[in-house]
T-cell receptor, first 116, second 113 residues
Framework: GAVVSQHPSWVICKSGTSVKIECRSLDFQATTMFWYRQFPKQSLMLMATSNEGSKATYEQGVEKDKFLINHASLTLSTLTVTSAHPEDSSFYIC????????????FGPGTRLTVT | RKEVEQDPGPFNVPEGATVAFNCTYSNSASQSFFWYRQDCRKEPKLLMSVYSSGNEDGRFTAQLNRASQYISLLIRDSKLSDSATYLCVVHLGDQTGANNLFFGTGTRLTVIP
């Protein structure tokens, strides 16, 4: 099946710093990538939809200036958490939808962010 | 109202038991349905798609009732390795560039020796 990687798998940073998370589709081209956040014991919450070559679409309540998304190519999307705070500590998961494979999304392994 | 609602769980069952999870969805235009499995601190992984005719994959059986907007997952002969959170996922249909994938909150299953 299609493989999506994320890097880093976990990161600890100090409050006020920025953290960049990469999401790559390894063996397919992804026209669309999605960024989710999951707090403990809760379901995935969609943060934003990222289309290659265009601006990301953010869900209500997600600050676009705080969570910067760049989808520069068909295989790479990045999420930058700017000026991170402890409440941003969460599990961030990306998924990718491949060309010509309408409904199915392939999930990355997730990035656990801890802000101290 | 949530797009997808699931049994809250948790379900604690002995090995070998049969367990069923239920899920309802609110949008009748939903087109595709899935069950995902998520282990602790891991990403969701597709367990199986759900078809109108019902489908079976080994010990797992999924059913869809479009009239009632209801999806189920049946696990027979539970194994310890089945312990996980099971997410009901509904896809609204492909709108270019949009995410129409809605997740339930998940049902936690623990299979006890």
């Amino acid at each position: 099946g299609a493989v999506v990687s994320q890097h880093p798998s976990w990161v600890i940073c100090k409050s006020g710093t920025s953290v960049k998370i990469e999401c790559r589709s390894l063996d397919f081209q992804a026209t669309t990538m999605f960024w989710y956040r999951q707090f403990p014991k809760q379901s995935l919450m969609l943060m934003a939809t990222s289309n290659e070559g265009s601006k990301a679409t953010y869900e209500q309540g997600v600050e676009k200036d705080k969570f910067l998304i760049n989808h520069a190519s068909l295989t790479l999307s990045t999420l930058t958490v700017t000026s991170a705070h402890p409440e941003d500590s969460s599990f961030y998961i990306c998924s990718a939808r491949s060309l010509g494979n309408g409904d199915e999304q392939y999930f990355g392994p997730g990035t656990r962010l801890t802000v101290t | 109202r949530k797009e997808v609602e699931q049994d809250p769980g948790p379900f604690n069952v002995p090995e070998g038991a049969t367990v069923a999870f239920n899920c309802t969805y609110s949008n009748s235009a939903s087109q595709s349905f899935f069950w995902y499995r998520q282990d602790c601190r891991k990403e969701p992984k597709l367990l199986m798609s759900v078809y109108s005719s019902g489908n079976e994959d080994g010990r797992f059986t999924a059913q869809l009732n479009r009239a009632s907007q209801y999806i189920s997952l049946l696990i027979r002969d539970s194994k310890l390795s089945d312990s996980a959170t099971y997410l009901c996922v509904v896809h609204l249909g492909d709108q270019t560039g949009a995410n129409n994938l809605f997740f339930g909150t998940g049902t936690r299953l623990t299979v006890i020796p």
